[in-house]
């Protein structure tokens, strides 16, 4: 599956940045990122390790969503039972986030932020997901200065993306709305196989 969608190089993470800027108004941006549970049947003799909060048993779908709601990564199968946080530190995209071996480009200044030198570029998640140098999340807590609320909606906007998303799959295919009844490596083909017919789709009617 992953001949179908490569990892993103420089150039491609450019791009997606530049989507980002211009549709979102979020400068260095190259994804959205966030974590879906697809219900499933209990496996055999798998304990709680599927069992999510909910109640259900599930494998998490963890996606990168650009500004065009395209899946430009995707890492499926984790146990229901982990966080999105947990997801991501598990997946090789975040091992490569961690690593900085991802490709990404080199730091840029911002118009109107000089006084901040050159800022990297980031991918947007939700307060699951931990800050780092190349992840931002919305600042905690209601009680913020003006600067934070604004910056908390910009991001808000962005990240809705991965959400969106998601919806058109349950949407697109009737798979997401039931549980699937089949074993946890099926469904991982099935879900990775959606993905990939969702930007088939998207695309084409372009």
């Known amino acids: 599956m992953e001949e179908y969608m490569p990892l993103p190089k420089k150039e491609d993470w450019r791009t997606i940045a530049a989507g980002f800027h211009q549709r ?3 400068p260095n941006c190259c994804g959205s990122i966030d974590g879906k549970h697809v219900v499933i049947q209990a496996p055999h003799n798998s304990g709680s390790q599927f069992q999510n909060y909910k109640g259900t048993y599930s494998i998490v779908l963890l996606a990168v969503v650009d500004a065009d709601y395209l899946f430009r990564v995707v890492d499926v199968g984790g146990y ?9 530190a598990n997946s090789c995209f975040g ?3 961690r690593d900085s071996t991802l490709d990404l480009p080199e730091d840029v200044q911002l118009s109107g932020g000089e006084t901040r030198g050159p800022l990297p570029h980031i991918f947007v998640g939700d307060e699951a997901f931990p ?7 919305p600042f905690p807590g ?5 600067e934070k609320r604004i910056f908390n909606y910009r991001l808000s ?10 919806g058109m799959l349950s949407t697109e295919w009737r798979m997401y709305r039931r549980v699937i009844a089949t074993t946890p490596s099926t469904a991982e083909w099935c879900v990775k196989a959606t993905c990939v017919l969702h930007n088939f789709l998207r695309k084409s009617t372009k």
Request: charged share 20%; glycine share 14%; proline share 3%.
């Open 24 to 26: 979102w108004n979020f």
């Open 80 to 88: 229901g039972r982990t966080s999105d946080g947990g997801t991501l």
């Open 95 to 97: 091992e490569g986030l």
């Open 131 to 137: 800050l780092g140098v190349n992840l931002m999340r």
């Open 142 to 146: 209601t009680n913020i200065p003006r």
């Open 157 to 166: 906007r962005a990240r809705m993306t991965v959400e969106c998303a998601f």
